[in-house]
């Protein structure tokens, strides 16, 4: 099974800061990457799909990357509503596994 | 607009089954695979099952391999979870959603608490 090794745990930031959450993949998963957003409460969102490109409606900035087997979600300038638990996701192989989730709060 | 919204949760005794159900709508349901995932109280996130569009292969991780089944019912635009032999820690809150790779739409979820 790919095992999906996502960092920090947590995380405290200031409002307009840069944040910054990684996932490391076992092996290699190409692109099939996704990041999500999950809120108090409410469902996950996708945020992040093909490790790089945004989904509908999300805002300009959150952004993905990639070097090797190592994702990258970065916040440009945290805002309030950017507060929640993110996960990744690989969708290479089956079992499809998440990392372990990263609690971003506000400092 | 795409809506996924999951019923038939409950609290159910160990060893016994339940059957989840997710409603589908807002956009052509046969054409895509679904999945169910699941999230333990204050835990993360975990992918239970996935369907293809005709319902023909399944897919499980060994958790719940031979104890869960997923299946579909694209003249009703539905999916299902059956879930048998449950044990404490199946408890979670159970999410459908629409699976192209990423999982693109959720469902609200529905809560199961598996206990005696």
């Known amino acids: 099974d790919i095992q999906m090794t996502q960092s920090p745990a947590s995380l405290s930031a200031s409002l307009e800061e840069i944040v910054t959450i990684t996932c490391q993949a076992s092996?290699?998963?190409?692109?099939?990457l996704s990041w999500y957003q999950q809120k108090p409460g409410k469902s996950p969102q996708l945020l992040i799909y093909g490790a790089t490109s945004l989904a509908d409606g999300v805002p300009s900035r959150f952004s993905g990357s990639r070097s090797g087997t190592q994702y990258s979600l970065k916040i440009s300038r945290l805002q309030v509503e950017d507060i929640g638990i993110y996960y990744c996701l690989q969708a290479y192989s089956a079992p499809w596994t998440f990392g372990g989730g990263t609690k971003l709060e506000l400092k | 607009e795409v809506q996924l919204v999951e019923s038939g949760g409950g609290l159910v005794q160990p060893g016994r089954s339940l059957k989840l159900s997710c409603a589908a709508s807002g956009f052509t349901f046969s054409n895509y695979y679904m999945a169910w995932v699941r999230q333990a109280p204050k835990k993360g996130l975990e992918w239970v099952a996935t369907i293809s569009t005709s319902g023909s292969r399944t897919y499980y991780p060994d958790s719940v391999k031979g104890r869960f089944t997923i299946s579909r019912d694209n003249a009703k635009s539905s999916l299902y979870l059956q879930m048998n032999s449950l044990k404490s820690e199946d408890t979670a809150t159970y999410y459908c959603?629409?699976?192209?790779?990423?999982?693109?739409?959720w469902g609200q979820g529905v809560m199961v608490t598996v206990s005696s």
């Open positions: 092996q290699d998963i190409g692109n099939w």
């Open positions: 959603a629409r699976h192209v790779r990423q999982l693109d739409y």
